[in-house]
């Protein structure tokens, strides 16, 4: 056979694959990788054929193994992949044909054409440092890239920020982050529209700094990064912190601190992999920490009323009552505990908000609503 899967490509996850014949179709199965992590959910690989065995019309089908050992796979059918053909731009896919196995187990399949060299897979729209250095080229240099530390496999962690301040300053400070699961891109696009609202305020801004790729290392292996081993990221926010990369942000934190009156502090992330319910904030439990819980729902009440209907889920406040297996503070509960700064997380679909279909524009744009409403409260 002609084909041939490929994950040693940037953020590359596949295993269990099979290439085979069937009906006359080309069929390539495959599973999302746990990469030595108790969650898997995220894929993304590449489909090659050599250009010479390439026919006119052909298709081939790709279906997805396993969906429901991925977290939140429960429901298969609100599933939406992208696909890169020929190194052209990514495009969605339809929903997929949910094929019953005998034993009770089930199958995503999508039947696409077969590409004439190549064709990428994944999950969600990928989003790493080429992105970011887009996002920096695109707003004229508003946004400084620099390097505050390494993770634990010495790759550099980058920081954006619109300025550095200056000690003592009374203007008001916004620190945000993304991807402390390391695939959870949805967060990063959303993040970046967050970011291309802020640099079109200019000097009128707030100061932002910003860690877009806070997993550094799981976001260039692929992994998929919930609970990841050793340490998941957002449970190691404890004093000692429990990850290297937690300690570089933590005093970060604190020179951010001295340079504005710290404010608010963001962390995007991504939900289950099928939930379609529309954006929605975790809050501070009220009846443990009602100070925490105050201080957000000033945010999070114009946070929803800005992204209206069209994006946020309904209840948009929700409190994590779910178990971990770390009881270690996530970044929102440490921002409050040790700087009295207002922060919470926002989950970010990775595919549809109700029948809504979500590309990358729609997720910038519910960015901007989001940095629109917060820039408010901050000026009120």
């Not at 969600?124 to 620099?146: F, I, K, M």
């Not at 957002?234 to 933590?250: D, I, T």
Request: charged content about 25%.
């Amino acid at each position: 056979m002609s084909f041939e899967v490929d994950t040693k490509i940037p953020y590359g996850n596949a295993c269990d694959i099979s290439i085979t014949e069937s009906g006359g179709m080309t069929e390539i199965s495959f599973a999302s990788d746990p990469h030595g992590g108790p969650e898997c959910l995220w894929f993304c690989f590449r489909l090659k054929q050599s250009a010479s065995d390439a026919k006119a019309g052909q298709k081939v089908k790709l279906v997805l193994k396993h969906s429901y050992n991925m977290l939140g796979g429960g429901n298969p059918l609100n599933m939406r992949p992208v696909m890169r053909r020929d190194g052209a731009d990514w495009v969605r896919l339809d929903a997929p044909t949910v094929e019953k196995l005998a034993d009770g187990r089930n199958r995503a399949a999508w039947v696409v054409d077969a590409p004439e060299t190549f064709v990428d897979v994944a999950y969600c729209y990928p989003y790493g440092r080429s992105d970011v250095d887009a996002l920096v080229n695109e707003t004229d240099g508003y946004w400084q890239a620099d390097t505050i530390g390494v993770s634990q496999n010495a790759r550099p962690l980058i920081r954006l920020s619109n300025s550095y301040g200056e000690v003592g300053s009374d203007r008001p400070g916004v620190y945000l982050m993304s991807r402390q699961h390391s695939s959870e891109t949805s967060g990063s696009w959303v993040l970046d529209g967050f970011l291309r609202h802020i640099a079109s305020l200019g000097n009128d801004a707030p100061l932002v700094w910003s860690v877009p790729l806070t997993n550094i290392d799981g976001v260039e292996q692929g992994d998929y990064g919930k609970d990841n081993f050793p340490y998941d990221l957002n449970r190691a926010w404890g004093s000692p912190p429990m990850r290297h990369e937690v300690l570089v942000f933590q005093r970060d934190m604190v020179r951010w601190k001295a340079r504005c009156r710290p404010v608010l502090a963001i962390d995007f992330h991504s939900p289950g992999a099928c939930e379609t319910s529309g954006l929605y904030c975790f809050m501070p439990d009220p009846e443990k920490f009602r100070e925490h819980h105050r201080a957000v729902l000033e945010f999070t009440g114009a946070i929803e009323t800005a992204l209206t209907s069209k994006y946020a889920a309904s209840p948009f406040g929700r409190v994590a009552n779910y178990r971990s297996r770390w009881e270690t503070p996530s970044f929102a509960r440490y921002c409050w505990a040790s700087h009295k700064i207002a922060g919470f997380t926002i989950e970010n679909p990775y595919a549809m908000v109700g029948d809504l279909v979500l590309t990358r524009e729609r997720y910038r744009e519910a960015g901007e609503r989001i940095a629109s409403a917060a820039v408010a409260v901050l000026r009120a």
